[in-house]
Structures are given as structure tokens and as C-alpha cells.
């Protein structure tokens, strides 16, 4: 019996070290979004924060005036890899988007993390 106690606690301790790490542990620092020639640009950094390695998503949603939502895209930065804890990894998600004169600001957020 103590045996499969062991065994189960072995095998579930990875699981359990994914989920310790949470958007919440991510940080985007130095976003920048600009426009060249009808182009976005929306670079900035993302740091992992967390315990261990890990990747995360980053979701930008493109406002008017008024704070309606114009667009909304979300991509991984560091696609399938890992960023190891304390590094930062550039990102620029502006191919995602098309232009709009209307365009306002901008809002950036972490929304998931994942251990590939």
C-alpha cells in the first residue's frame, strides 16, 4: 500500500508543479504599440516570474474612443518553448492586426500559461 502512495505522489508531482505557475506570474513590460505607414507595431517584453520553466499567452485587444473593443487577438510569444524562469522573451503581435483610423488604445494581458 505504501508503495502505490509513493508511486501516485511521484507521478502526480509534475502535474502539480504546472499548475503552481499562473498568469499572474507573467509580467509585459515596455509594451509599445506605434503605426508605420498602416502598420501596427505592438512590441513589448514578457517575463516569467514563475518557479519554473514555462509559456504564456498574451491576448491585445485594440480600443476605440469610446472603449469598445475593435479587435482581439491572442498569440504565444515564445510559441512552443519554454521561457525559463526569470527570463524575458521581445514580442511584437502587431502582423496580427489590420489598421483602423479609429484605433484609440490599447490594452495587454496574460491570459495563459502552459509548460510545453
Excluded: H
Excluded at 506605434?34 to 514563475?50: F, Q
Excluded at 514555462?54 to 510569444?77: F, M, N, T, Y
Amino acid at each position: 500500500m505504501k508503495a502505490l502512495v509513493v508511486s501516485a505522489v511521484l507521478l502526480l508531482a509534475p502535474l502539480a508543479a504546472q499548475a503552481a505557475c499562473a498568469p499572474g506570474d507573467f509580467a509585459i513590460k515596455d509594451f509599445k504599440p506605434g503605426v508605420a505607414a498602416s502598420r501596427l507595431s505592438l512590441r513589448g517584453e514578457l517575463v516569467n516570474n514563475c518557479a519554473a520553466a514555462s509559456a504564456a499567452q498574451v491576448r491585445i485587444e485594440v480600443k476605440d474612443a469610446g472603449g469598445k473593443v475593435l479587435q482581439s487577438k491572442q498569440g504565444w510569444p515564445a510559441g512552443t518553448a519554454n521561457i525559463p524562469p526569470g527570463d524575458v522573451v521581445k514580442f511584437d503581435l502587431g502582423r496580427l492586426f489590420r489598421y483602423q483610423p479609429d484605433i484609440d488604445s490599447y490594452t495587454v494581458s496574460v491570459v495563459d500559461v502552459r509548460t510545453w
